[in-house]
């Protein structure tokens, strides 16, 4: 029973964090494409933004890693 | 790096103004900054006033520009006959030029008037034609009877078609037929054929519904359909030959006259910049004044070259920076060599202040290191070190496929390097085929020994961001906040100190003391800074964690790179299994080329450069002629 509340903390460990994350990437993602429709040489900047909340998931990953590891 | 740029003055007499500004625009290494000598103080009765043109030199700016005008209509009007510019030599022929430009105008605009009726006409003829050549099989069709009057129309859609039947059945009391066809262009038309004496009605149901009647010529309207085309040919052919002579006409113009009017534009848009130029210079009762930027390794041949064209009545002179000018000194980029490549990268972000740093060499440093660290991998290496000399090869005129080229080629050889540290080829593929091992980690299992490698990346790149910080307060005569930054390294290192004895303790490292440290550091930072400072603490032990991405994007690709060589061993085939491997590492190297270079560029421009790089700077803009 322990392995399953281990596994399913893990899982919300990653799992709320990648929600979040994609739903700040999908609010950044249509302010970027609308911002490129006028400026499309702010391209390099549009995707480093997007790419800014995958912190979250990241550290959620690390979060669920070191739950199943130690 | 960021050039070295110099604050200068150029002083002379009032007559030598233009003939100045032409030399500075020849050269194309100056650039004029009317706003630093709004600071100039002179004498009383020889105050600095903005450039006042006299009578003469008004009369021909205006001249200039008048003409500019004319040459630059009728080079739109010209066909491109050729890209040849004359090497005519400018002045003595502008005389010739306004005298000729009109006549010329006068002309050109008159043929390209006929012209445009003769192409309309040609477009009509060509629609008509389309129109009664494909009703010619519906008029067949009908009954030959004097009393049926036949009208062609053009119609939108089938649903249109439908609804105009059902219309006219109901205002003729069905003594009307309607047959359609589609043009060759794809037009659908339609044949309406009625009694003569309904006609009126039908015209005026069809004007009601704005559906559009093919009309004729008057002097065609009476010919059978035959007749009708045939003529509409013969028009056609006249019309179509009247724009061809039109047309060779104004080509042969062209030939002979766009090199002298485009060579004759060229000087007269550099004539005219000279005089907007004068804008930026001051004036005394006798003498101008003209400050601005340039390059400082350029000064000497520009004060040798100034002296020598004015024999000593122009002087220049160049200046302190004062500290309320940094913000004011435009700048420019250049980097040697293996650097210059990394350009492409700093260049997504805005300019640097010129008292800042230049991102390039750093991004050069650290960047392919990032990448290779998160692949690493010798096979994606491999692969991307083709890609890379395949591009900057083949794309090596165009700069910035070059470039790229460049860029990945560097972060490939670390991908590589790191590689073998790793032990990977492929995934696990090396280690099951080659009996390949790491050297250091195995990522696929050491999470936590690689989480505290990327960790520790992350402390040396931030605490080097914060000392490059400190430095660039100091040069900006800012102790108090390099002092700050100083204190905010040390306490960032007693915290990270205290974490790592509170986790593995050691005899020679004690927590308490760290603590006391960070304890009595605080306060000082907090006093300085106000409340910010516990909150710029945690900003940056954020930063530091946010490096843990390197380990994390590193497991998922090496997890994914397994994944395909297990997928591609369980397909039971081993054609199936090598094209499903290939497929799953072809994926692979895709998100890894992406991802990796996404996350290094975050971790520089997000992490690393908000700790010392103070973004915001002017583009050097020189003056200089446009390229002819």
């Known amino acids: ?70 | 790096m960021i050039i070295r740029m110099a604050k200068v003055e150029i002083v002379g007499p009032k007559q030598d103004l233009l003939a100045t500004l032409d030399l500075l625009h020849n050269r194309g290494i100056f650039q004029p900054d009317p706003q630093l000598l709004e600071r100039v103080e002179l004498a009383r009765d020889d105050r600095l006033n903005t450039l006042v043109l006299n009578e003469h030199e008004l009369h021909e700016r205006s001249y200039f520009q008048g003409l500019y005008e004319r040459v630059s209509i009728l080079l739109e009007l010209l066909p491109e006959a050729t890209d040849a510019i004359s090497p005519l030599q400018s002045l003595p022929v502008m005389d010739l030029v306004d005298e000729l430009v009109d006549q010329h105008l006068a002309k050109v605009s008159d043929q390209d008037r006929i012209l445009t009726e003769y192409r309309k006409e040609v477009e009509d003829l060509q629609r008509d034609l389309a129109f009664w050549q494909a009703l010619e099989p519906l008029l067949a069709d009908l009954p030959q009877d004097s009393n049926l009057e036949l009208l062609g129309i053009t119609i939108r859609d089938t649903r249109q078609l439908q609804a105009l039947e059902e219309l006219l059945q109901q205002r003729t009391g069905g003594r009307c037929h309607i047959s359609s066809t589609t043009t060759t262009d794809g037009v659908l038309i339609g044949l309406v054929a009625t009694d003569r004496r309904i006609a009126g009605d039908l015209r005026q149901a069809l004007t009601d519904e704005r559906i559009p009647e093919m009309s004729l010529p008057a002097e065609l309207a009476n010919l059978t359909l035959a007749e009708r085309i045939a003529a509409l040919h013969e028009r056609l052919k006249t019309a179509t030959a009247n724009c061809r002579k039109i047309e060779t006409q104004l080509l042969e113009l062209s030939r002979r006259w766009r090199p002298v009017y485009r060579r004759a534009l060229v000087w007269l848009e550099e004539r005219l910049t000279l005089y907007r130029a004068t804008a930026t210079a001051y004036t005394t009762r006798l003498c101008f004044i003209i400050q601005g930027w340039m390059e400082q390794s350029e000064v000497p041949a520009l004060q040798i070259d100034i002296s020598q064209a004015f024999a000593g009545r122009v002087v220049l002179e160049q200046l302190a920076i004062l500290e309320e000018d940094l913000d004011q000194v435009p700048v420019m980029l250049r980097n040697p060599g293996y650097f210059a490549p990394f350009e492409i990268l700093s260049r997504l972000l805005p300019l640097p202040k010129y008292s800042s740093y230049d991102p390039t060499p750093l991004l050069g440093l650290f960047f392919p290191v990032f990448f290779g660290m998160i692949l690493g991998d010798i096979g994606y290496g491999l692969i991307l070190l083709i890609i890379s000399v395949f591009l900057a090869k083949r794309f090596a005129p165009q700069q910035m496929a070059s470039d790229i080229g460049k860029v990945l080629g560097v972060a490939s050889l670390y991908t590589i390097f790191f590689g073998f540290l790793y032990g990977e080829l492929f995934g696990n593929m090396g280690e099951t085929w080659l009996g390949l091992h790491a050297f250091w980690f195995d990522r696929s299992k050491d999470i936590l020994p690689m989480a505290v490698f990327a960790l520790t990346v992350g402390v040396v790149h931030i605490l080097l961001g914060i000392t490059l910080g400190a430095l660039a307060d100091l040069r900006r005569h800012q102790p108090r906040k390099a002092l700050l930054k100083l204190a905010m390294l040390i306490v960032v290192l007693l915290s990270l100190l205290a974490v790592v004895s509170w986790l593995y303790p050691q005899s020679w490292l004690n927590t308490g003391p760290l603590l006391i440290g960070v304890a009595i550091l605080m306060p000082v930072m907090i006093a300085a800074e106000g409340l910010l400072a516990p909150l710029e603490l945690l900003k940056t032990m954020g930063n530091i964690i946010s490096y843990v991405r390197i380990m994390a994007i590193g497991f998922s690709s090496v997890l994914l790179a397994v994944v395909a060589n297990r997928l591609g061993g369980m397909s039971g085939s081993i054609m199936v299994g090598i094209l499903v491997a290939t497929m799953l590492h072809a994926f692979n190297l895709l998100l890894g080329v992406f991802a990796p270079t996404v996350h290094a560029l975050r971790l520089h421009y997000v992490e690393f450069f908000s700790k010392f790089l103070d973004l915001g700077g002017r583009r050097f803009e020189p003056w200089h002629k446009r390229p002819s």
Do not use: C, D, N
């Open chain 1, 1 to 70: 029973m322990e392995k399953v509340w281990i596994a399913f903390a893990a899982a919300l460990a990653i799992g709320l964090p990648a929600i979040a994350t994609a739903w700040a990437q999908s609010r950044i993602g249509a302010a970027g494409a609308g911002t490129l429709a006028e400026k499309p040489e702010l391209t390099g900047v549009i995707i480093i933004l997007v790419a800014i909340p995958e912190t979250m998931v990241i550290l959620g990953f690390v979060v669920a890693a070191m739950i199943l590891l130690m």
